[in-house]
């Protein structure tokens, strides 16, 4: 099983940017799939989740409305798009699969940074 993130970068305020985490190793279409970031010196916080056929997406408060996950399960990818960034946005992303209730396995993580 590997996730492998990438697309993380510097943007400035109000900026944009799409992180993609591609799978690989299991059946990435029976799973739901998150994303979870980490901002520096804090601890992890949940961001969204996206349903195995992608009909029903989550997102956390501090994201909704400027976030937008999803997934091409032909090509076995899942998406982050982040909109109108904040400095509070900054962290190093993670996508996560869910087995059973639980986040299983990990990527390594991509970092955005958002600054002026």
């Known amino acids: 099983v590997q996730l492998l993130e990438a697309g993380g970068g510097l943007v400035q305020p109000g900026g944009s940017l799409r992180v993609s985490c591609a799978a690989s190793?299991?059946?990435?279409?029976?799973?739901?799939m998150s994303w979870v970031r980490q901002a520096p010196g804090k601890g992890l916080e949940w961001v969204s989740g996206?349903?195995?056929?992608?009909?029903?997406?989550y997102y956390a408060d501090s994201v909704k409305g400027r976030f937008t996950v999803s997934r091409d399960n032909a090509k076995n990818t899942l998406f982050l798009q982040m909109n109108s960034l904040e400095p509070g946005d900054t962290a190093l992303y993670y996508c996560?699969?869910?087995?059973?209730?639980?986040?299983?396995?990990w990527g390594r993580g991509t970092l955005v940074t958002v600054s002026s």
């Open positions: 996206i349903s195995l056929d992608g009909a029903n997406t």
């Open positions: 996560a699969r869910r087995n059973e209730g639980a986040l299983d396995r």
């Open positions: 190793g299991f059946t990435f279409s029976s799973y739901y």
